[in-house]
């Protein structure tokens, strides 16, 4: 892969990206109300999704960004269970082997997080514009923490943080409760919807 991930992983998230944006603009459209943005364009397939009612909203952007979310989290995930677990309990020569794959993680797979996630944001307001749901607005209010929580980290990545506020902003965006559930809210929007 090379010295630049993060390339790699513009190009990857970007084919995966306009790829659920075209495949999600080839769908039938027929106009309706949305509470945020008025008059969107609402996918309807006859005879498929719950109930033979169609299929409200686009199945293909709403799974290309939780993939996207999925796969920029893994270097997160390797960090954190790297020093939590095996730095802080290891020794010797499993310890010398964890600080390598720590620096690894931290070094060459981070990036990945920054972009892909930033990747996943935008596919997932792709998403909130190609579907609509009529019973609740959870998903709206998950996307919109959700796009905090990523302008935290950008914000953070890029120093645009003032230093009196740089505690509290990586406290709140690297906290894992607090992130789970926001995605938690997210899911549980999805399963009200109509």
């Not at 992983?9 to 990206?17: E, K, M, N, T």
């Not at 677990?85 to 990036?111: C, I, N, Q, S, T």
Request: glycine letters at 10%; charged letters at 15%; proline letters at 3%.
């Amino acid at each position: 892969m090379g010295r630049r991930p993060w390339i790699w992983a513009l190009i990857v998230g970007l084919v995966v990206a306009l790829n659920s944006f075209s495949v999600a603009h080839a769908d039938h459209r027929k106009s309706s109300k949305h509470g945020i943005l008025g008059d969107l364009a609402e996918h309807i397939s006859e005879g498929q999704g719950r109930a033979g009612r169609g299929d409200h909203g686009n199945e293909a952007t709403g799974q290309a960004a939780a993939w996207l979310f999925a796969v920029g989290n893994i270097p997160v995930a390797g960090t954190v269970i790297l020093r939590r677990f095996a730095l802080r309990r290891a020794a010797g020569g499993v310890k010398k082997k964890a600080v390598e794959w720590y620096a690894w993680f931290r070094k060459d797979l981070m990036p990945f997080h920054y972009i892909l996630n930033s990747m996943a944001i935008l596919t997932a307001l792709i998403h909130l514009k190609l579907s609509w749901c009529r019973s609740t607005s959870l998903p709206e209010w998950a996307l919109f923490l959700i796009f905090l929580v990523g302008l935290m980290g950008l914000s953070m990545k890029f120093g645009l943080i003032p230093k009196p506020l740089l505690r509290s902003v990586r406290w709140v965006h690297t906290n894992a409760i607090l992130v789970a559930a926001v995605f938690g809210l997210l899911f549980l929007g999805h399963q009200y919807l109509d």
